[in-house]
Every structure is written in structure tokens, then in C-alpha cells.
């Protein structure tokens, strides 16, 4: 062999050394920010953890109301899903208070400025009575202030209530006109 030959040879096996030895060399830089990670997987995990019993206590509830459960059982079971969650929710007002301690008042000043430059760029925020009328056209603009959603709302409320058919004859579940069937019981609505 001659010598162009080794050195090729010796510089390939130093690339596929470097290759295989890059997860030691990440792992260390994974270490530094590891709490930072290990912080959001925790916040992840409590979040999923609440969906997770919110999502039991519905069900217990729905079996509860077809009556799969015994009912001697139910009031147990819940209880014990009710305070499981109430944990839950501990930890994730701790974790909050935790992260937010910090930089709430920077944040809070940071939000009032965009809002302050947001008023100013738009010169005077709109009345509501030409809200009013552009949701009466049925308008479909995007909506940019504070005022201008709560008009929105006001006017989905007022539409709303136009539309309800009284209660349920059998468990006093608010329903629609438009229900056939009540939402909790299932009761057939005539």
C-alpha cells in the first residue's frame, strides 16, 4: 500500500469516529439546559395529567347518568377523581406563580406599551354603534381592539338568546330549538 492510500484509510476511520462519538458530545450540551426541559416536560405533564381526570369525570358522569355505575360507588369514585384534580391544579397554579413571578411586572409593562401603540396608530378606538352595524351586515373584518370584541359578544349573546326552547321535561337541562334529543338525559324533545 502506499502512503496516499493510509492516509485516506486513517482519515475515514477519524470521520466514523467522530460520527458514532456525536451523541457523547450532544449529551453533554443537553445536560447544561436540561432544567429548563425538564421544567416544560413537567408543566406538559400536568397539563396532560388535567385532561386526563377532566376527561374521567366526564365519563364517570355520562356512566353515571346511563347508570353503569353502582350508585353506591359513584360518589366515592368522583370524590376521589374531584380531589385528584384539585392536586393537579395546586401544582399547576405553583408552577405558574413560579415561572411568572419573575417577569410578571416587565411583562404587564411590555403589554400595556403595545396596547398604547396599537391605540395611538389607530388614532381613536371605534364606537360601538358602528360595531353594532357592522354586525348587523353581517361583517366578517377582523377584529383588532377590546371594544370591538366585547361588541361581538354582546351581539352572540343576543343571538343566542333568541334561539333557546326552554328546559327539558325530564332532567330541566336548558335546550335549543334546534335540539332534537336533550344533551344530558337524551330524552326525545317534542
Known sequence: MDIGSILLILAL?????????????????????????QDDHEFSTLLAEKDRILNALQEIDFDQTLGKIPEEDYPAQRALLLQQGASILRQLDQYNHRVLAGDAEERIEAAIAARRADVSRQGSLPSLEGEEALLDQGSTSLVTTDDEVEARIAARRRERQGKSAGFCPQCGMPVQKSDLFCPKCGKQLT
Not at 460520527?19 to 429548563?36: C, G, L, M, N, Y
Open 13 to 37: 476511520l477519524i470521520l466514523v469516529g467522530l460520527f458514532i462519538a456525536r451523541p457523547i458530545f450532544e449529551r453533554k450540551a443537553v445536560i447544561v439546559t436540561s432544567q429548563t426541559g
